[in-house]
């Protein structure tokens, strides 16, 4: 497959990472009470295995190597980990609590850095 339809389909799921992280925060501030719907509890994870596929199918396709010839993509690899952590805290904190937002402005903060990593490359 070429690269720039594998690259297209990766920041397609990157955009669906976005928008369910926000859904499922937003949700659960406007209703503390009510447990997130089943669909968005399962269709994150696929997304996100989906996102790494593509990612990794890139990198092997574009021979970018993580702290070896593609720096950047090493930093983009650890800020995803963080996300990862980040988010699982902030979903399972209290909604509207102090803990879920400071892990909600962190969670964007990781994807920005991530996407400012994967745009502009810069070590
Ligand atoms: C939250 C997670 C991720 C976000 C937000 C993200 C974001 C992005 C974005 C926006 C691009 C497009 C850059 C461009 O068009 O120039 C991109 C490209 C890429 N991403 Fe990701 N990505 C994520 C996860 C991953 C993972 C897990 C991997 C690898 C295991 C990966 C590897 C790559 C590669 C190799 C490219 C192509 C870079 C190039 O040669 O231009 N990404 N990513």
């Keep these: 497959m070429p690269f720039l339809a594998i690259k297209h389909a990766h920041v397609t799921f990157v955009v669906i ?9 937003f949700l659960r501030v406007a209703k503390p009470n009510r447990p997130l719907p089943t ?3 399962i269709v994150p994870h696929i997304n996100d ?5 593509t990612g990794l199918w890139a990198m092997s396709v ?5 702290f070896g010839n593609a720096h950047w993509l090493g930093v983009k690899l650890v800020l995803l980990v963080v996300y990862i952590i980040v988010g699982s805290i902030t979903m399972r904190a209290v909604p509207r609590s102090l803990k879920s937002s400071i892990g909600y ?17 810069p070590f």
């Excluded at 990472?17 to 925060?25: A, E, S």
């Excluded at 295995?49 to 596929?53: A, D, E, G, K, M």
């Excluded at 964007?108 to 502009?120: D, E, H, P, S």
């Design 17 to 25: 990472t976005i928008i369910l992280f926000n859904l499922r925060y």
């Design 39 to 41: 669909v968005l509890k």
């Design 49 to 53: 295995t989906l996102l790494l596929i």
């Design 62 to 66: 574009a021979k970018w190597v993580p």
């Design 105 to 121: 402005l962190a969670g964007l903060a990781c994807i920005a850095a991530i996407v400012y990593l994967a745009y502009v490359k």
